[in-house]
């Protein structure tokens, strides 16, 4: 158990549909990050928070949304969902932002767009 | 960002070692070296990094070039839960907030009983 804990871990929705995943770190955490992991295009790096503030973005659609909240916790939000969207969502955390930070990572969430 | 290189898979017997190459001609002096490693069904884990020099934990050794052009991490006895995909990465030092953990498509490692 890595202790960062993400919900649903199923989710199976209709395409043009809105979904929000959660996820929350270990405790003590301060740093959150989304990936999203399709078949064909691996794990993609989506978006980092750190202490509530947006701190790197990737690949993320203008559809889809994050933000981290005052208790640390973290949301990704993904709109007018397509097919293509069907893929697991990971969220991992970090206590800081440096680059020799181990990250945890959930189990994230299975997307299901029909 | 700079990267990296992985074979796309390799076999190894159970209780062998494994050496898992990663080449990364365009790192640049502050960047850091790190593994992980995903098991089926499962989210990224943690296995190592460093900087410079070789690193061991329990889980395995890093084995650093002394040009730190390539790296090699070692599971100095494999067995078949070590089957997974091992990913190796590259994290820039520099200005505070930019990190982006970029996985690679890494190596699928298949263990033989």
């Known amino acids: 158990d890595s202790g960062v804990t993400q919900t649903p871990k199923h989710l199976i929705t209709a395409t043009g549909q809105r979904v929000t995943l959660r996820c929350s770190p270990r405790s003590g955490d301060l740093s959150v990050y989304w990936y999203q992991q399709s078949l064909d295009q691996g794990l993609q790096f989506l978006i980092q928070y750190y202490n509530g503030e947006e701190r790197a973005k990737g690949n993320i659609l203008e559809r889809f949304s994050a933000q981290q909240f005052p208790d640390l916790h973290s949301e990704l939000n993904l709109s007018s969902l397509e097919l293509g969207d069907s893929a697991l969502y990971f969220c991992?955390?970090?206590?800081?932002?440096?680059?020799?930070?181990?990250?945890?990572f959930g189990s994230g969430t299975q997307l299901s767009v029909l | 960002d700079a990267k990296t290189t992985q074979p796309n898979s390799m076999e190894s017997n159970e209780e062998e070692p494994v050496h898992l190459p990663c080449n990364h001609s365009t790192i640049s002096g502050t960047d850091y070296i790190h593994w992980y490693r995903q098991l089926p069904s499962q989210g990224p884990e943690y296995v190592i990094h460093?900087?410079?020099s070789n690193v061991n934990n329990r889980m395995a050794s890093l084995a650093i070039a002394e040009d730190r052009k390539s790296s090699t991490l070692i599971l100095h006895r494999a067995t078949l839960r070590d089957a997974a995909v091992y990913y190796c990465?590259?994290?820039?030092?520099?200005?505070?907030?930019?990190?982006?953990?970029?996985f690679g498509t890494g190596t699928r490692l298949k263990v033989l009983a």
């Open positions: 460093g900087l410079t």
């Open positions: 991992a955390s970090s206590q800081r932002d440096r680059p020799n930070e181990k990250l945890f």
């Open positions: 990465i590259l994290m820039p030092t520099g200005t505070s907030g930019t990190y982006k953990y970029i």
